[in-house]
C-alpha cells in the first residue's frame, strides 16, 4: 500500500480493514532501520481520552507514553525471565555440579537446530 510514511500506510490499512476485520493492532514483522517495530494501536474512545488527558499532564504525546509503557512492559518481561532462569539453574545446581552443568548446557546447546539469524 503505498504511503509517504510507514505510519501513513498502516493508518490506511486499518482504515481500507476496519471496516471488513476486528484489528486492534497493526505491526511490522520487522524493525526498520532504526531498529524499532512500527505498532499501530486502535483504543476505545474512553482509553483514547484518558491516555491524550496523562499525556498531556505529563508533556508527552500519546505515542510517547504508550512506547514508554510497551518498553517498561518488556524490560519487566525480561526480568522475570532472567528471574525464572536463576531459580531454575539453581534447582539443577542442587542435585548436580556446577561442572556437570556447564558440560549439560554445552552439549544441549551444540545440539540445537540451526536457525536463520533475524
Do not use: C, W
Amino acid at each position: 500500500m503505498p504511503a509517504k510514511t510507514p505510519h501513513r500506510a498502516a493508518r490506511r490499512l486499518r482504515n481500507r480493514l476496519g471496516e471488513q476485520l476486528p484489528i486492534d493492532v497493526i505491526t511490522t514483522p520487522y524493525p526498520d532501520a532504526d531498529h524499532k517495530v512500527l505498532l499501530n494501536v486502535a483504543f476505545p474512545s474512553t482509553v483514547n481520552a484518558a491516555l491524550t488527558a496523562q499525556a498531556h499532564r505529563e508533556h508527552q504525546s500519546p505515542e510517547r507514553l504508550v512506547e514508554l509503557a510497551v518498553h517498561r512492559a518488556l524490560a519487566e518481561l525480561a526480568d522475570q525471565e532472567i528471574d525464572r532462569f536463576d531459580r531454575a539453574v539453581r534447582r539443577l545446581l542442587a542435585r548436580t555440579t556446577p561442572a556437570y552443568l556447564l558440560s549439560a548446557v554445552g552439549h544441549a546447546l551444540t545440539r540445537l537446530p540451526e536457525r536463520p539469524t533475524p
